[in-house]
T-cell receptor, first 111, second 116 residues
């Protein structure tokens, strides 16, 4: 049973601080990992994808992947109130083509 | 460049009825996946269409069926609606089945289905 797990939160972070979001997955065979942001009532929006161990940076966002420990994280630097949303982690295995999603972590950035 | 388009945006149906949701993929994409997202949950995979065939299916009953047309657009049909089918239905398009690519999915804005 392939699973992706996230702490549902809410995670409250002061404006300007670093927000750290974590995700674990059950099967080492997973190949690709994605972080999506979803505002209330809206569809998920892709923030970053990561496939290799290590860090990947894009602007204020850094994704980190550790396949040995089976976790992937997302760091948001200089957090802004507009970053307040639910962040969904998704994984894809090469044995099939679907995304397996976590339930999401609700992030609240306090001004 | 048009993104993924879904219609309708909102829908209210009665238990036992049937519903059809529609999706047009992003320009250049040929694969369509459908997801169901209940309130407070992550999306759950329903099925994926590529080359007009259902390629993968999640753990959903046969009441859920779909179709892909030659222009890559897709429909999701749900028969004998239950109250538990109330959810946001998301369509996501991508290029290829994903086994050999690492592209993420582009989502449409979703159809909010309410079954009463």
């Amino acid at each position: 049973q392939k699973e992706v797990e996230q702490n549902s939160g809410p995670l409250s972070v002061p404006e300007g601080a670093i927000a750290s979001l974590n995700c674990t997955y059950s099967d080492r065979g997973s190949q690709s990992f994605f972080w999506y942001r979803q505002y209330s009532g809206k569809s998920p929006e892709l923030i970053m994808s990561i496939y290799s161990n290590g860090d990947k940076e894009d602007g204020r966002f850094t994704a980190q992947l550790n396949k040995a420990s089976q976790y992937v994280s997302l760091l948001i630097r200089d957090s802004q109130p507009s970053d307040s949303a639910t962040y969904l982690c998704a994984a894809r295995w090469p044995s099939n083509y679907q995304l397996i999603w976590g339930a999401g972590t609700k992030l609240i950035i306090k001004p | 460049d048009a993104g993924v388009t879904q219609s309708p945006t909102h829908l209210i149906k009665t238990r036992g009825q049937q519903v059809t949701l529609r999706c047009s993929p992003k320009s250049g994409h040929d694969t369509v996946s459908w997801y169901q997202q209940a309130l407070g949950q992550g999306p759950q995979f329903i099925f994926q269409y590529y080359e007009e065939e259902e390629r993968q299916r999640g753990n959903f009953p046969d009441r859920f069926s779909g179709h892909q047309f030659p222009n890559y657009s897709s429909e999701l049909n749900v028969n004998a609606l239950l109250l538990g089918d109330s959810a946001l239905y998301l369509c996501a398009s991508s290029l290829g089945l994903g086994a050999t690519t690492n592209y993420g999915y582009t989502f449409g804005s979703g159809t909010r289905l309410t079954v009463v």
